[in-house]
């Protein structure tokens, strides 16, 4: 037996151009396009939601990537905002008769999705995981006078996160589970008493 029978098996490449071309239309249709047509707000709305949803369209179908970070991924944008209702101002939380988060958060963090996809395409697993958690909650930091709660809530998520995917992965024999899951649970606590 040669060495090269032991290697573990290569995944293949992510598809990204994909998600790229989505991303892409998603800014300039959500972003662009109401500073330069003023009446263009709510194209600019529907265009995000409708880019963002090509996004998780190739995400789960298009895009190579192991099914963990497929479904993963769609968790974590699902559980975010749902998290973020709870630490946001109230006038945000219950903006547009409590769809102005889901409007704002669901293009960017879409975007965040695909520029984690294109930023970490030959980094190591556990690297992805972890910071495709961190790549998604990033997308929220766009208020300074929040970034102390958005900071502490990411921790909180990456780390509690990590720690309970490293365990199910290694089915508890690893140690580094329980730190991260400690301090991620250490975060939400100093979220929540401070």
């Not at 930023?119 to 972890?130: E, N």
């Not at 309970?164 to 589970?177: M, Q, R």
Request: glycine letters at 8%; hydrophobic letters at 60%.
């Amino acid at each position: 037996m040669t060495a090269t029978q032991f290697a573990a098996p290569r995944r293949k490449p992510l598809r990204l151009w994909p998600g790229v071309v989505a991303a892409v239309l998603l800014c300039l249709i959500r972003y662009v396009s109401p500073l330069i047509f003023s009446e263009a707000g709510a194209i600019a709305i529907i265009g995000g939601i409708l880019g963002a949803l090509a996004i998780v369209v190739w995400w789960l179908f298009f895009s190579r990537a192991p099914w963990l970070e497929r479904l993963g991924a769609l968790v974590v944008m699902v559980v975010a905002p749902i998290v973020m209702l709870r630490i946001v101002h109230e006038s945000i939380a219950t903006g547009m008769m409590g769809m102005l988060l889901p409007l704002y958060s669901v293009p960017a963090m879409s975007v965040a999705l695909v520029a984690w996809a294109v930023a970490t395409q030959h980094f190591s697993s556990g690297l992805r995981r972890t910071s495709l958690v961190a790549a998604i909650l990033l997308a929220w930091a766009w208020e300074p006078d929040q970034a102390r709660t958005i900071g502490l809530a990411m921790t909180g998520l990456v780390f509690t996160v990590s720690g309970l995917v490293d365990a199910i992965g290694s089915k508890g024999k690893h140690i580094g589970w329980a730190p991260l899951t400690l301090i991620g649970l250490s975060s939400f606590a100093a979220l929540l008493l401070g």
